[in-house]
């Protein structure tokens, strides 16, 4: 079972500031840290005034060593406390300031955005990781900002404990692919794992049949063999076989997530003789998140997509780039949540490899249309640090135009704006779509890991 992700709220005031007023607002705030999914919340029972209370209630955190402090500026605050608290326990802080209520009397009331504004001083001088909310508790807003906020502090966590196997390497020619691991470790957190194509192709080889009938079971309850275009002979036992293969390299070298060397060997009737597209697809469909042609930052970046949206994440190319909209594709390797309602994910073969209808497995169906976010994570120009690309766009109802997994996106900024930073500034050719609007929170991950953030809106 997964542990909860630990809080530590700090509500802040000044002595002598103190009233029922604000003393409501810190227990409706703890209430509805709460009862938030998944997380723990530690402190908070009381306001803090004086720097001898802070320093006691310190020691209790540094017990209970949360992930996450969250600092609430009642009123104007004790400038000691924050960055005591963040570099004591190298943890992220949220700052959490409200409005200013109407002077009464022309006496300030709270002054918790002067406080907040102190604080971010504090925080960006001493490279601190922070956030910031500016809502009233118990508000939508509150609860909008403040989610955004953890689930950016999650992404960040989860980075620092990432660990990636890279099957195969990257596939010919893809430069784009290419990957500095210390450069991410040190930067970022992710550690690369080694794993051979000899190594996948051999487990595959060793599965039971009770076990490549289990694979095949899973895979077919994503989507079934298309009636006519199908696989062939024992495609479709292959495909079982790969997606049971990764799932064991997972337990044995420890990873949880993968970017595959896709091809030309897996491809090769020499070799193993499929396509892996839909195999990839039905990793990430069952929490495997798999990146294809071996692009480890493609695959850092829909590990980010996945925790930062909540939903799957969508490896694709760029295809379309003109006109009233852009439509992102990638050959079948999409996870079927993804599915537009209404459609049936079918399993065929190949519309390319040797000519098309020879070699399966690619898994078809159009995205479901909404609200989407396309993502990409590179290096710099001078390979020095990370760089990362943002464009908003409206994902429209799309039909299976082209085989593989089609969306067509109506972008904010028009097509044109897009591609030209993409190519004027040679941003890699693969990318992570995820649903909703996620601008605001990449740029919190970007400004705090020192990535550099192009947002195209």
Not at 19 to 32: M, Q, S, V, W, Y
Not at 59 to 65: G, M, R, S, T
Not at 76 to 99: D, E, N
Not at 117 to 138: C, Q
Request: proline letters at 5%.
């Amino acid at each position: 079972m997964e542990n909860k992700f630990k809080i530590g709220y700090l509500p802040l005031s000044k002595v002598n500031w103190t009233n029922d007023t604000l003393e409501a607002a810190r227990a409706g705030a703890l209430a509805f840290l709460q009862q938030l999914p998944g997380v723990e919340v530690l402190g908070g029972t009381k306001m803090l005034t004086l720097e001898d209370e802070a320093v006691a209630q310190l020691a209790q955190f540094e017990a209970e060593q949360p992930d996450l402090l969250i600092t609430h500026f009642l009123t104007f605050a004790l400038g000691v406390v924050p960055p005591l608290y963040a570099q004591r326990l190298k943890t992220p802080v949220i700052l959490w300031s409200m409005k200013e209520p109407d002077p009464q009397g022309g006496r300030l009331q709270n002054n918790s955005f002067c406080a907040a504004n102190m604080t971010a001083h504090h925080m960006w001088r001493l490279h601190i990781p922070y956030f910031h909310v500016h809502a009233e508790p118990g508000t939508p807003e509150a609860a909008a900002q403040l989610q955004r906020s953890i689930r950016v502090a999650q992404a960040m966590k989860m980075l620092g404990r990432l660990r990636i196997g890279l099957i195969g390497g990257r596939v010919p020619g893809f430069y784009t692919s290419c990957c500095s691991e210390m450069l991410l470790r040190r930067k970022l957190g992710p550690e690369v794992k080694i794993i051979t194509e000899h190594e996948l192709f051999s487990v595959a080889d060793s599965l039971s049949a009770a076990e490549v009938a289990e694979a095949t079971r899973t895979i077919l309850a994503d989507a079934p063999c298309h009636p006519t275009d199908g696989p062939r002979g024992n495609q479709l036992e292959k495909s079982a076989r790969i997606f049971g293969a990764v799932r064991k390299l997972k337990d044995s070298f420890l990873v949880d997530t993968f970017a595959l060397r896709c091809w030309p060997e897996i491809i090769r009737s020499d070799l193993y003789g499929i396509a892996a597209c839909s195999t990839i697809g039905h990793l990430t469909n069952h929490g495997l998140i798999t990146a294809c042609e071996g692009d480890v930052y493609g695959a850092v970046m829909m590990r980010i997509a996945q925790q930062i949206s909540g939903e799957l994440p969508f490896f694709c190319d760029m295809i379309v780039m003109e006109g009233e909209y852009g439509v992102a594709w990638h050959c079948g390797a999409a996870p079927s949540k993804l599915c537009k309602a209404g459609c049936q994910p079918a399993l065929r073969c190949s519309a390319t490899i040797e000519g098309g209808g020879v070699k399966g497995v690619t898994n078809e169906f159009p995205l479901k249309p909404g609200r989407v976010t396309l993502a990409r994570l590179g290096e710099t120009r001078d390979g020095d640090g990370f760089r990362m690309l943002v464009a908003t766009g409206e994902g429209l109802d799309t039909e299976l135009f082209v085989r593989g997994n089609p969306l067509k996106i109506k972008f904010d900024a028009g097509c044109e704006a897009l591609r030209e930073e993409v190519i004027d500034r040679g941003w890699e050719h693969h990318y992570a779509l995820m649903y909703g609007d996620q601008t605001q929170a990449l740029k919190d991950l970007c400004r705090n890991l020192d990535i550099q953030a192009t947002i195209i809106n």
